[in-house]
């Protein structure tokens, strides 16, 4: 059973930046994939972002890109999002997920362990 806990969400204006955290713990598979999905008010959750802790290889969603940027420390088994002129229809909780097969997917399905989320709002 892997946990994951996230952090960083918040209030912020549009324009303004934020950094999420994921930690992540338990047992240690190799070759993770951990991801980052969001759900705003009144949609389904959707994928942002995702990263393969081993080789770093990650990809973000395309309306996302140049804007979005997905990271991890293999260290502290911590995965980034850092959002960077955040809009309002950023607004959403951000979740962390994680999925032990190797193998990229945006699908929320096919991932295995996932957080409580972090709620980011950005409203002037």
């Known amino acids: 059973q892997v946990e994951l806990v996230e952090s960083g969400g918040g209030l912020v204006q549009p324009g303004e930046s934020l950094r999420l955290s994921c930690v992540a713990s338990?047992?240690?598979?190799?070759?993770?994939?951990m991801g980052w999905f969001r759900q705003s008010p009144g949609r389904e959750r959707e994928f942002v972002a995702t990263?393969?802790?081993?080789?770093?290889?990650?990809y973000v969603e395309d309306s996302l890109k140049g804007r979005f940027i997905i990271s991890g420390d293999n260290a502290t088994n911590t995965v980034y999002l850092q959002m960077n002129n955040l809009r309002p229809e950023d607004t959403a909780v951000y979740y962390c997920?994680?999925?032990?097969?190797?193998?990229?997917?945006?699908?929320?399905?096919?991932?295995?362990?996932w957080g409580q989320g972090t709620r980011v709002t950005v409203s002037s």
């Open positions: 997920a994680a999925r032990t097969v190797p193998i990229f997917t945006i699908t929320e399905s096919q991932y295995h362990f």
């Open positions: 338990g047992p240690a598979y190799s070759n993770i994939i």
């Open positions: 990263i393969r802790q081993s080789d770093g290889h990650s």
